[in-house]
C-alpha cells in the first residue's frame, strides 16, 4: 500500500498540466509545511527566522520542466539576485540549485555558461553554492561539470547518492579536488540497474561513504533524517576527534524540526534546506511520497482550510 502511494505521488508529480493548475491557484495541499512561500521575499524572511534560531540555511528556487534557453537564463538571473540579497542583508545561507534548471537538458554549454555568471557573483559576495543531484541518467554529467567549476572555483559543492552503486568509485574519483560533498540516500525512483533496491544496503553505503569522506579529511554534510545515520556519524565524529569545522547536518525545511533543534543545541551544525517558487508542486509530491504518513498531516490541513 506504502509503495503504491509513493508511487502514485511521484506521478503526480511529474504532471505538467498540475504543475501548471497549481502554480495558478496557489500555494496548497499542505504545502507551506515544506515549501517557504512562492517569493524570494517570503524565502529570505524564512532564512532570517532560522538564522535567529541558531540554523544555518541552503536555499533552493525550485523550477521544474525548464525546457527553453530563456527560461534556464531567467532561472540563473534569480539565482544572482537570491545571492546578492543574501549577501546585503549578511543572511546566512548558501544556494542549492539543479543543472536541469540552469539548462543542462538543452544544451551542456548553456549550463555551464549561467554556472559561469552564477559563481562569479557568487565568489565576489561570499556565497556557496551546491549543485543538487538529480537522476541517476544525470549523474555522469553533473559530475564532470562540478569537477570542471571545482577546478576554478572553490565556492561550489555537490551532491551524491548513497542509494547509486556507483557512489563509492565516485567518491575516489572526486578525493583530489577535496571537494565539499552533501551525502544523501537519493530520492529518485532508480532501477535496480543502477542503484540498491533494498534500503539496508543503501543505509550501509551510506554510513561507508560519510566514512570515506570525513576520514580522506573532507568536508561532508550529513543530510538524512534518519536517526540510525545521525547517531552513526555522531559516533564517528567523537571517535576520530574529527573537528567541528569539517562537518554538519542537513535537513529538509519543516521535516523533524524539533530535531532539528536539538542537533543545534548538542552544539552542532545544521543547515536547513529551504525551497521557494512558484513550483512548488511537484517538490511537495516528492516529500509526501517519501513519507505517505504526511498526507494524514495535508489533508488534516485541507478540511482546516
Ligand atoms: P529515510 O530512510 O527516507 O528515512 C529514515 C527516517 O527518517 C524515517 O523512518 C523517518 O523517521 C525519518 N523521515 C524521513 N523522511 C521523513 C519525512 N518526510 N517526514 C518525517 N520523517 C521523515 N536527494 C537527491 O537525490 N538529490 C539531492 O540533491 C538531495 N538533496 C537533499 C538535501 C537535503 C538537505 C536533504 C535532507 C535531503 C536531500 N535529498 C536529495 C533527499 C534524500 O536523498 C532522501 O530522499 C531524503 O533525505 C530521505 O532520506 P533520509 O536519509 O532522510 O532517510
Known amino acids: 500500500m506504502e509503495q503504491l502511494l509513493r508511487n502514485f ?6 504532471n505538467r498540466r498540475l504543475t501548471v493548475l497549481a502554480k495558478k491557484y496557489g500555494m496548497m495541499f499542505g504545502a507551506s509545511r515544506f515549501v517557504a512561500g512562492a517569493t524570494l521575499e517570503g524565502a529570505l524572511k524564512t532564512i532570517h527566522e532560522l538564522n535567529a534560531q541558531g540554523f544555518s540555511v541552503t536555499i ?3 523550477g521544474e520542466f525548464v525546457d527553453n534557453e530563456r527560461e534556464a ?23 542549492s540549485l539543479k543543472l536541469t534548471s540552469m539548462g543542462l537538458d538543452i544544451d551542456r554549454e548553456l549550463a555551464i555558461s549561467n554556472m559561469h555568471r552564477i559563481l562569479k557573483v557568487a565568489q565576489k559576495r561570499g556565497v ?16 564532470d561539470i562540478f569537477k570542471e567549476l571545482r577546478a576554478e572555483y572553490d565556492n561550489i559543492g555537490t551532491v551524491v547518492q548513497a542509494y547509486l552503486y ?14 565539499n560533498l552533501r ?26 561513504l560519510v566514512t570515506i569522506h570525513l576520514l580522506q579529511g573532507n568536508y561532508t554534510a550529513i543530510a538524512t533524517h534518519d536517526e540510525a545515520m ?25 521535516i523533524r524540526p524539533e530535531r ?46
Open 260 to 305: 532539528q533543534k536539538q542537533i543545534v543545541e548538542e552544539g552542532y551544525k545544521m543547515r536547513i534546506y529551504v525551497p521557494y517558487g512558484e513550483d512548488w508542486y511537484g517538490y511537495n509530491m516528492r516529500r509526501l511520497a517519501e513519507r505517505p504518513a504526511n498526507v494524514a498531516f495535508v489533508l488534516k490541513g485541507m478540511l482546516k482550510r
Open 230 to 254: 545521525i547517531q552513526f556519524a555522531k559516533k564517528l565524529v567523537a571517535e576520530h576527534q574529527v573537528p567541528k569545522d569539517r562537518f554538519e547536518f542537513q535537513m529538509l525545511y519543516g
Open 128 to 143: 556557496f553554492i551546491t549543485i543538487d543531484m538529480e537522476d541517476e541518467p544525470h549523474c555522469q554529467i553533473t559530475l
Open 73 to 95: 537564463c531567467d532561472m540563473a538571473d534569480h539565482c544572482i539576485q537570491a545571492i546578492e540579497a543574501i549577501a546585503d542583508r549578511g543572511l546566512d545561507s548558501q544556494l
Open 9 to 14: 505521488f511521484l506521478f503526480l508529480g511529474k
Open 166 to 179: 556507483r557512489t563509492v568509485d565516485d567518491l575516489q574519483d572526486l578525493n583530489p579536488y577535496h571537494p
Open 183 to 208: 551525502i544523501v540516500k537519493g530520492a529518485y525512483k532508480e532501477p535496480p540497474e543502477v542503484a540498491f533496491p533494498d534500503k539496508r544496503d543503501v543505509d550501509e553505503n551510506y554510513k561507508n
Open 60 to 62: 533552493d528556487h525550485l
